[in-house]
């Protein structure tokens, strides 16, 4: 028998595109369970070529469920994650709530699978920040290679890492831009329609935003705590897909074709970099693909060992859905859980 998995926040952007991957991948699962607020109780949310009834969360027994895919928010993971741990479900949690808790393991499967074990402590496992993903995936080859010593990022952060709400207030504004009225602002703090935020999450003390401290702390980790980090997270007017552009510094000499040829055979990887018009990835194509693109590389004569690059993935997926369900997958094929069913 397959396991019983539960999705909370399946009417919401990363719950949505989970229920997709599920099937996509055909993962074994014998029992999907599509959770959400109250609000969303009865409603129809789809699961491959079926049609699930959503339940709201108070009401689900997660006693016989396997695994507890958690796309709610930091305060619902809070409250809830240790909960459904203790009925003996594995929560595999997409907030930030857990991720710096030292008892939990920090995943991406690409770079740190090997972490997974440590879900036993607390029966959770966290999801990293979309942006950060991406980033780790494209850097985890070229640290192995050259040994990175210190990384300067720009983030271009689609709406969907908002949520669902954030992509309606694109809509409506570019809407009204067109049609002559004043567009409303209410989710970001100014107007995003034809314009750029430099201001994701909230203001820390030291002047950067929470969302640039999170691939700080995150990238340190996950990848090597050596890593000296500095970003600066910008929203723009794009649905789907998170772009960066990112400059490393190395230890040792790395030059644009060793990193080019590495990242060619890097799990998660899709160089696409053919230095004309057109021979670079966009968000635009990375949206509803799996793959992390790596384009414009090249080396940095500024500093010595220096490369940048441009990285893009879809942050609803590698940034959020696919990389739970690859964590998963990591419990699955190493048989560190089993089906609560099949040992009844
Ligand atoms: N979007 C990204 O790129 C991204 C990347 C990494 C991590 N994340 C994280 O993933 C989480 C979800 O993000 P999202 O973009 O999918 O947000 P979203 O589109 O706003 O969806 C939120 C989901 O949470 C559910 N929810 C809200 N309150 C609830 C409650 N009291 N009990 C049960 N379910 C409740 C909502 O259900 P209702 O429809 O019933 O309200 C909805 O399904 C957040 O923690 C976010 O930080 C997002």
Redesign the pocket.
Known sequence: MGYKVAV?????????EMMDILAERAFPADEVVA??????QGIDVSFGDKTLK?K??EHVDFSDVDICLM????A??KE?SPRIAAAGAVVID???CWRYDADVPLIVPEVNADAVTGFRKKGIIA????ST?QLVVALKPLHDKARIKRVVVATYQSV??????AMDELFSQTKSVFTMDEPQVKKFPKRIAFNLIPHIDVFMEDGYTKEEWKMVAETKKILDPKIKLTATCVRVPVFVS?SEAVNVEFEEPITADEAREILRSAPGCLVIDTREAGGYATPYEAAGEDATYISRIREDATVENGLTMWVVSD??RK??ALNAIQIAECLVSRKLIAAKRKAA
């Open positions: 909370v926040g399946a009417t919401g952007n990363v719950g949505r959770v959400a607020s109250r609000r969303s959503c709201a969360l796309s709610a928010g930091s619902i993971s809830w997409n907030s930030s999801n990293p920040n979309c993903a969907s890492g908002a949520g669902k709400e998170h942050n609803l940034g959020a």
